[in-house]
């Protein structure tokens, strides 16, 4: 007893021991709630984005104008024959009626910028309704078609930051058209010119900094090629901020350029852009874009500063002012884009929608289901029920497991080669990604109706077998419709993973640019089509911006689509499954 | 459609014609008294509609297969007879004309010279100058004068040929005559075309590619033939489903074993429809060997250069003609791009995965369990091209703009740090929930027994139930990075194209499953070796994942069986 160490010694180590054990548990308790916080966040964020950047391809302008069908354009021939309806000139016709909007506009670059309003595929359109009726020709109909996706854009406020100041000092201009010299009293301009010098000094301190740093980086260098590099990169940037500071610091007039924010004038209902502006801010020059009722002095008008520089942006200011004023006359509305849900792919983003990839998506899984769910429900009834137990059944059993992991592409291989190579079946056809994706899908639905088979408790086979049933019937009248709703759950979810499957359809072809959606019909299953996840592909690569919001949308669809399957499933699983 | 869907209706209808004969065939015979009968009376039915209709599918599904090709060859062959004669007129030119005569014979002295030259290289010694024409030159330079004089030749005896073709045809007014023998001086793609824009001329199949005189006939002569093949098979399908029902009515009697020969059928179509699970297997690996053959013969079979080489750029070698340029398909930068972005969506997946099915399986509460799993689950279910947008537009720009600000100056949107972390997350489900199963597979006496030696919940994880899942845990990692490897689509949008042997992950890499896509999308013929390198490509991806599938599944089979 007595070379024991006091048994408070040991209940002190103990409970310090035991303190830090009970540390070492909250902290690993804490990785466990960290990694499944982390998984949730990344949900929220990756969900959330999409949604914020699907949200402006929901709605979309669309421009109405009043369009004068003229007889001359619209029936060269003058007979009123289709042919003769269908080599109008329709674009003419719009390009009349937007002219009409702005008589004073007549430059050509300005009737670019206002003609760049509306794709010229809208033509078409108005064809068709010509032609559908020709009692319109020589009336005035309204015509609407959706605004280009760069006017779009801008005036949901996504690409530009712009600012609208009322003023109310004295401002004389000097004519109504062409080049004029605005006057002012007050130095009314100096709070843009500040603003400009503004960014241009933070300019000076960019290319400075970076001057330095590769000034730094040249004297780091350990090769002489690197050092002369860097050191002349050092002095290029040197150069360019001693430019702007001399620009900065010259008090001569400030000529505005694409690098720089724009300065607009709105007078008695004209625009004049500026362009040139004196040091003191009481002179600017600048270019008549609407022309303003009169000249002379005018007592209440607004400044119109478009933040962001022309370089910046996809629109040029003329075509701002022309879709604002579009807009402030009520010709424009913005509403709800049903463009996307009715019109199948296009080169313009205002014109393109989902329908094609949709019919095609559709078409693809009837295909899918029509190959995996027989295919797959006999494979797992004759290897549960009836498969003897020798090689075959064996090699079978492997290879389902084998090719469940096998990567998706290799079928888009394996469909390239011997489907569009060796059979000669069409290419970009939803018959080929069909089949495609329902070798993809085999060994799910197999594995899933296995499974199901195996929940039937063997009780309900001997029952059958023991009141004179055959195998087959036992099988078929009694222990496959109790596995039913597990084998459609799998098959369902086989089916939902089929269709936002997109690297196999890529290797079959189905990536073609389709302006046409397929036949929703028999002839369908073997025209070119394209799917909802090929879809989203091609528009993430899309140039214009407005496609990033196109695709976002397409993704929301598509998401959409696959909780119905999945809604469906689980339905399905709560009202049929049974627990034995 | 060649195969009218009338006549498939008419068959569909046939059969149950069939069945319901039969039906009252089995009635009628038994005189009422249905218990008389072997089998129950619906399947004397089914046994009339399985012959029916079973033969007479088959014929019109090998009518479908093959019957574009018989009415090819059928019209081909009155093409190339029609053909004949102008053919001889051809070749009865091209040997009455002086200038191929003399052509011929320039070719066949240089010919001679270049087998010397050749020889001469070949012993390695200065042999007798031909003639004292080319002093001054060695044997290869000599040997390549040779060849390039040669191939001068060859091409003008060509275009003279081409010009005698030209008047031959000229003459001749049949077009069906002149389209065989246009198509006789084809090559074997030329051909195929003619025929294609024949197809389309004929049945409206696609669009034709061009339109001459010389194809409409063909297409002519293709439409009586698919006319008569096309109606004397729907005819012989029609009387193969009357025969059969004749036949499989004249069978029936009340001790015919109807129930066990259709029961047979069904098996042996459940057996065929397992074999189709092998039938694929076969296919792939078959279609990837066979292309990935061409492949390397293409390239002379140096698959070391392929397997080992650092230099990928498959364009270059298309753009100089230089097939199987060596050097050019080195795959060793896919490879180790693939293992970067791997690593990178390793390190992601399964720490996070893996605390997550310790959490859930053995802390979590009812309640968090609930929402936690199909929290995963909806992970799970996400396409992967959505993935590939997110980490394209958010993740990578996020990423780009955070290394910026560091002053970090290369940076990238598109790297592999961003595929990979994207494609961490989207393999976490999948860690979690193998991990998830193979926690939940250790006995609960294991528990139980580290709890009763006074063991905290994360000691029991640590030194218990870890070490016991081990090998289940390793199986579970190896099947996610077989997903990785195997995966596209966040690749191909998110971690770029150029092919960069890096192990920087800030940079763009690309992969073999990026590579193939690349290779198989857009323009392209199929034989060339650009094209087949992504089926040797697909070749290395596929026997990579069935390496790392076949262990794994090993693995958690043998720990499976300890426990069990």
Redesign the interface.
């Given at each position: 007893m007595t070379d024991r160490a006091p048994s408070s010694d040991i209940r002190k180590a103990i409970e310090t021991r035991l303190a830090r054990r009970h540390r070492a548990e909250r902290r690993f308790q804490f990785y466990g709630m960290a990694a499944i916080a982390l998984a949730v966040l990344f949900l929220v964020v990756l969900l959330s984005s999409i949604i914020v950047q699907a949200l402006p391809a929901f709605t979309q302008h669309t421009l109405t104008l009043p369009v004068r069908v003229e007889a001359e354009l619209a029936d060269p021939q003058d007979d009123r024959s289709e042919e003769s309806l269908r080599a109008g000139s329709y674009s003419r016709m719009l390009q009349v009626a937007l002219q009409d909007q702005f008589p004073s506009v007549t430059g050509r670059s300005e009737l670019r910028a206002l003609f760049g309003l509306y794709s010229s595929v809208n033509s078409a359109k108005l064809l068709n309704q010509v032609v559908e009726n020709p009692d319109i020709i020589g009336e005035t109909i309204e015509f609407s078609m959706p605004i280009s996706d760069d006017a779009d854009l801008y005036l949901k406020g996504l690409t530009t930051d712009e600012r609208f100041v009322d003023r109310n000092e004295p401002l004389t201009l000097s004519g109504a058209e062409g080049e004029v010299t605005l006057t002012a009293s007050d130095p009314v301009f100096s709070a843009f010119i500040e603003e400009v010098n503004d960014t241009l000094r933070a300019r000076i301190q960019t290319v400075s900094d970076r001057a330095a740093t590769a000034q730094a980086r040249a004297d780091r260098a350990e090769t002489e090629d690197a050092r002369q590099a860097a050191a002349a990169g050092a002095e290029r940037a040197r150069r360019e901020a001693d430019q702007l500071e001399e620009r900065l610091q010259a008090r001569e007039a400030l000529s505005l350029s694409p690098e720089m924010a724009s300065l607009l004038v709105r007078l008695g209902g004209g625009v004049v852009q500026i362009t040139q502006l004196e040091p003191g801010g009481r002179v600017a020059r600048g270019e008549v874009v609407i022309a303003p009722e009169r000249d002379g002095v005018y007592q209440d008008w607004t400044e119109w500063r478009i933040e962001t520089p022309a370089a910046g942006r996809r629109i040029g200011d003329v075509q701002i002012v022309f879709a604002r004023a579009l807009d402030d006359r009520g010709l424009v509305e913005n509403g709800l884009n049903l463009i996307l849900f009715t019109n199948a792919d296009s080169r313009e983003p205002e014109l393109a929608g989902v329908r094609g990839a949709l019919i095609g998506s559709v078409l693809t899984m009837i295909i899918t289901m029509l190959m995996a769910v027989p295919i797959g429900v006999g494979t797992a009834i004759y290897l549960e029920e009836f498969a003897p137990r020798n090689r075959l059944s064996e090699i079978i059993e492997v290879n389902i497991n084998n090719l469940a992991a096998v990567p998706s592409i290799v079928f888009g291989l394996l469909g390239l080669a011997v489907f569009i190579n060796t059979f000669g079946m069409p290419r970009s056809a939803p018959l080929v990604g069909g089949f495609v994706l329902a070798l993809m899908t085999l060994p799910t639905v197999i594995i899933s109706s296995r499974a199901a088979l195996k929940a039937v408790p063997p009780s309900i086979r001997e029952a059958a077998l023991g009141v004179g049933a055959s195998r087959m019937q036992a099988v078929f009248g009694h222990v496959l419709p109790m596995a039913m709703p597990g084998i459609l759950t799998g098959s369902i979810i086989g089916l939902a993973q089929a269709l936002g499957e997109t690297a196999p359809l890529l290797m079959i072809g189905m990536v073609a640019f389709i302006a046409d959606p397929p036949t929703m019909g028999v002839a369908g299953f073997t025209e070119p089509a394209t799917v909802m996840p090929v879809q989203i592909f091609l528009w993430s690569s899309g140039a214009e911006r407005a496609f990033e919001a196109k695709t976002a949308a397409a993704i929301l669809i598509l998401l959409a689509l696959m909780v119905l399957f999945n809604a469906a499933a689980i339905y399905l699983r709560s009202r049929f499954e049974r627990r034995w | 459609?060649q195969i009218s869907?009338f006549t498939v209706l008419i068959l569909m209808v046939l059969t149950a014609v069939g069945f319901l004969v039969g039906r009252r065939r089995a009635y009628a015979v038994s005189s009422g008294h249905a218990s008389r009968l072997h089998s129950l009376p619906s399947y004397y039915g089914y046994y009339i509609a399985l012959w029916t209709g079973v033969p007479a599918f088959i014929l019109l599904a090998i009518y479908g297969?093959f019957g574009?090709d018989a009415v090819n060859a059928l019209a081909g062959a009155q093409m190339h007879r029609a053909g004949e004669p102008v053919h001889a007129q051809f070749e009865q030119a091209l040997s009455d004309d002086e200038d191929i005569a003399r052509l011929e014979a320039e070719l066949a002295t240089l010919e001679n010279r270049r087998i010397y030259a050749r020889e001469a290289i070949e012993r390695d010694s200065e042999l007798v100058p031909a003639a004292g024409e080319y002093p001054a030159q060695s044997p290869a330079e000599r040997q390549q004068a040779l060849s390039s004089e040669i191939n001068r030749l060859a091409a003008e005896r060509e275009a003279r040929a081409e010009v005698l073709a030209g008047q031959v045809e000229a003459q001749t007014d049949d077009a069906l005559a002149r389209a065989g023998f246009v198509y006789s001086r084809l090559s074997d793609e030329r051909r195929e075309l003619m025929i294609n824009d024949a197809r389309a001329i004929a049945f409206g199949e696609?669009v034709a590619s061009r339109e001459t005189p010389e194809i409409n006939a063909l297409a002519s002569a293709m439409r009586p033939f698919h006319e008569v093949l096309r109606s004397s098979m729907a005819l012989a399908a029609l009387a193969l489903a009357i025969g059969g029902l004749a036949y499989a009515r004249s069978r029936i009697s009340s001790s015919f074993r109807a129930?066990n020969r259709v029961?047979g059928a069904?098996?042996v179509?459940?057996?065929?429809?397992?074999?189709?699970?092998?039938a694929?297997?076969i296919?792939?690996v078959l279609?990837?060997l066979?292309?990935s053959v061409r492949f390397f013969s293409a390239i002379n079979w140096r698959i070391d250069e392929f397997l080992l080489g650092t230099q990928w750029s498959p364009q270059i070698a298309i753009r100089e003609g230089q097939v199987g340029q060596t050097g050019a398909f080195g795959a060793v930068p896919l490879f180790a791009g693939t293992a970067l972005i791997t690593v990178i969506a390793m390190l992601v997946a399964v720490?996070?995965?893996?605390?997550?099915a310790?959490?859930?399986s053995?802390?979590?509460s009812t309640g968090?369990r609930g929402w936690?799993k199909p929290?995963?689950e909806?992970?799970a279910?996400?396409?992967?091209?959505?993935?590939?947008?997110?980490a394209?537009?958010?993740v990578g720009p996020l990423l780009r703009d955070a290394l910026l600000l560091l002053g970090y100056?290369n940076a990238v949107t598109q790297s592999a740090l961003a595929a990979g972390l994207v494609m961490g997350?989207m393999i976490?489900?999948f860690v979690?929930s193998l991990a998830d199963d193979v926690i939940n597979a250790v006995p609960q006496s294991l528990r139980d027994g580290a709890y009763a030696m006074g063991a905290?919940?994360?000691?029991t994880?640590?030194q218990v139930i870890f070490p016991a899942a081990l090998p289940g845990i390793v199986g579970a990692v190896l099947?996610a990075v077989?997903?990785a490897?195997?995966?596209?689509?966040i690749v191909?949008?998110a971690a770029g194209q150029g092919a960069n042997l890096t192990a920087n992950p800030l940079e763009s890499v690309t992969t073999i499953?990026v590579q193939?896509?690349m290779l198989?999308?857009g323009d392209q013929e199929?034989d060339s070796p650009k094209t087949l390198s992504?089926?040797a490509l697909?070749l290395v991806?596929?026997v990579l994942?069935?390496i790392l599938?076949?262990i794994a599944?090993r693995v958690v089979q043998r720990y499976r069986e300890k426990y069990d």
């Open positions: - | 459609m869907l297969m574009n696609g129930r029961e069904i098996s179509l459940l057996l065929l429809a397992s074999v189709i699970a092998i694929t297997t296919g792939i279609s990837l066979f292309e720490p996070v995965g893996l605390f997550a310790i959490y859930l053995e802390y979590a968090v936690a929290v995963l909806i992970l279910g996400i396409p992967t091209v959505v993935y590939g947008f997110f394209l537009l958010t100056e997350v976490i489900p979690s905290t919940k994360s000691e994880v640590r099947l077989s997903r490897v195997g995966e596209t689509m191909v949008m499953t193939i896509v198989l999308t199929f992504a089926f697909g991806l596929f994942t069935l599938n076949v599944l």
